[in-house]
């Protein structure tokens, strides 16, 4: 358990971090919002979850991102986050969470009946100590729930006080024009934000989501934005690096189907690319998602908060010449 001491926060932390509007809303979020996927409150520990959280509001992100399911064992992350909120300003920031995933046995524990995403808010504004989630997601389209009882769920938390904008991850162009249909036609809280799997080697959302999430007025978070590592200098050349995920959790079945030798050749290009930016493939990365108008943030997960400065770093440079994204576009298809 961390000592819940008084901690004292940087009166610059605004200064130089970009935010952006997250679609038609009123809620704007920091161009580098900051998630527990995996980390803290898995095989990071809560020392460092803490550094990292602190050191991040100091640079002005104030987007912190959980899940129920995040954790391990799941739940975690929201028990090890939560304590560390506590010594936060929480008027100053905004806090997600999601429900989607198997969190206990029974047809009640996954999906998004009803009854599983009323029940994960519940358990996860207990695991936090949180009132009310800033933002709360529905983490997967379910194909046997109608998209209707998904929506009046989230929109019976808001009228319940437990969150105050909705959202939804991973969900396809097609669905998510519905969503936004369904809601119009019911008077239901509208989805202010999608969170799609999106970065340099997987761009399936630029014809698939984002024509709908720019003419519907929606923001968009990506997650996985330097695809589970592969966009850093990590496995450049082919290795496992300790204290890495893949070292982690993933091990060397990941990095040989994942880091192949064309891929790893072109990682190795766009790496000179950045190089020439006078950036690190990461930042590059990040940059090249953030130069989107439509994408209001780009979520990073950190094992140290060394990641986190190295990150939040590419704000400083997020313009392209047109024959970088040529370039870009040259080796990309070739990566995914």
């Known amino acids: 358990m961390l000592g819940l001491m008084a901690r004292e926060f940087s009166e610059a932390r605004y200064d130089k971090m970009l935010y952006r509007r997250c679609g038609e809303s009123g809620l704007m979020l920091p161009a580098i919002s900051l998630g527990a996927w995996e980390t803290f409150g898995g ?15 100091d640079l002005g992100i104030t987007h ?31 806090i997600s969470s999601k429900a989607g995933y198997r969190m ?19 358990q996860s504004l207990q695991r936090t100590g949180l009132d009310y989630f800033d933002i709360f997601y529905s983490h997967r389209f379910d194909p046997d729930t109608p998209l209707e009882e998904t929506l009046g769920a989230l929109n019976l938390l808001v009228q319940h006080g437990k969150a105050l904008y909705v959202g939804i991850s991973s969900y ?34 630029e014809l698939d989501l984002l024509p709908v999430t720019e003419r519907q007025g929606i923001g968009i978070i990506p997650f996985c934005p330097l695809a589970s590592g592969m966009l850093t200098d990590k496995y450049l050349k082919g290795d496992i690096p300790a204290q890495s995920r893949a070292a982690e959790r993933w091990g060397e079945d ?83």
């Open 43 to 57: 095989y990071v520990g809560a020392e460092v979850a803490q550094e990292c959280l602190f050191g991040a509001f």
């Open 254 to 336: 990941w990095v040989r189907k994942n880091l192949s030798p064309e891929r790893l050749a072109a990682l190795s290009k766009l790496n000179e690319m950045a190089q020439q930016r006078g950036q690190t493939l990461a930042q590059m990365a990040l940059a090249w998602i953030l130069r989107l108008p439509e994408i209001t943030s780009a979520l990073i997960g950190a094992s140290s908060f060394k990641q986190v400065q190295e990150n939040v770093a590419a704000l400083d440079n997020l313009q392209f010449s047109n024959e970088e994204l040529a370039e870009i576009d040259r080796l990309a298809p070739a990566i995914v």
């Open 104 to 122: 206990w046995p029974g047809p009640y524990g996954e999906w998004s009946s009803k009854k599983y995403i009323v029940a994960s808010c519940d």
């Open 172 to 205: 396809d162009g097609a669905a998510t024009d519905r969503a936004l249909a369904i809601c119009a036609e019911k008077g239901y809280e509208r989805v202010a934000i999608h969170q799609p799997y999106y970065n340099m080697l997987s761009r399936g959302i």
């Open 64 to 94: 912190f991102d959980l899940a129920n399911n995040y954790g391990t064992p799941p739940g975690n992350a929201e028990i090890v986050c939560g304590e560390i909120i506590k010594q936060m300003p929480r008027d100053e920031l905004i």
